[in-house]
């Protein structure tokens, strides 16, 4: 139930930027600030969970030469087909990540943002990236961190753990009417005086703690809060818990870093030669 629930969720969120022009730099900017390899490279490449295809967008833009496949589970491939058609070297795809549509050793690269922490089973979705990815490739996910070394952040992401058994169940165009209303009450709690904290020495350790540090206007977090009250999945992760699961996954060169402007785990790892 909760897979056709997350479909359903993702494809009001991801249809809502149907015909919307890609900004300038995506996640895919900030993923291969802190990475440190290429991200794109070889002749085929797999956006994992492209949602609108704003990422696929500006890979292929980037890499003529490299075919870049976005693929989602979700209705938001209409959003990215339309996105990414005048695009020679774009090809968009539906499907889930537990069973990627794509023959063995297919990819020389996978990239995902935000979408294994959402899976029913993350470890097939692991299996499966392992599965396309030709010998020695790169993946590079971005996952949600547990941030069970910041109290504040372990208690509101309890506190969220809570609120979303009911809030699951709210219709999404109504749940997302409510995202919207409540990003200003965030962006003035957290953000703005995060903005604050980050300018100074002394305090840049409790920006980094603040929970919706990353908000740069009163709307800003509308999708964030959405994507948190919305999920009917969500796992978070450890270092050394996610370190594990892809060493033992067989993984070589496991390096994980964050983001610059948001809480979350960057993994970048290479399947086995």
């Not at 496991?254 to 809480?263: D, E, I, S």
Request: aromatic share 14%; net charge positive; glycine share 6%.
């Amino acid at each position: 139930m909760s897979y056709y629930n997350t479909i359903k969720r993702y494809s009001f969120l991801w249809s809502r930027y149907n015909g919307a022009e890609p900004p300038e730099k995506y996640h895919f900017d900030a993923m291969q600030e802190v990475v440190s390899d290429r991200i794109i490279r070889g002749a085929v490449g797999l956006d994992l969970g492209c949602g609108c295809g704003f990422d696929t967008f500006i890979m292929a833009g980037k890499s003529p030469s490299v075919r870049i496949i976005g693929m989602d589970v979700s209705e938001g491939v209409n959003s990215a087909f339309k996105l990414n058609k005048r695009l020679k070297n774009a090809t968009i795809l539906r499907g889930s990540a537990s069973s990627i549509p794509l023959k063995n050793e297919t990819c020389d690269f996978v990239y995902s943002f935000g979408v294994l922490h959402h899976m029913d089973d993350y470890k097939k979705g692991i299996l499966e990236i392992d599965r396309v990815l030709r010998k020695k490739g790169p993946v590079f996910l971005y996952l949600y961190e547990d941030h069970a070394e910041n109290p504040l952040k372990y208690a509101a992401i309890k506190i969220l753990n809570i609120i979303r058994k009911i809030t699951v169940k709210i219709p999404p165009k109504i749940l997302y009417a409510l995202s919207y209303s409540l990003s200003p009450l965030l962006v003035l709690l957290f953000s703005y005086p995060a903005k604050i904290l980050r300018k100074y020495k002394y305090t840049h350790k409790l920006y980094e703690k603040m929970p919706f540090n990353f908000g740069n206007s009163l709307f800003s977090l509308a999708g964030d809060i959405y994507d948190r009250l919305a999920a009917p999945v969500e796992t978070r992760f450890g270092r050394k818990e996610l370190y594990k699961i892809f060493t033992d996954f067989d993984f070589t060169g496991v390096r994980l870093t964050k983001l610059k402007a948001t809480a979350g785990w960057v993994v970048q790892a290479y399947k086995k030669g």
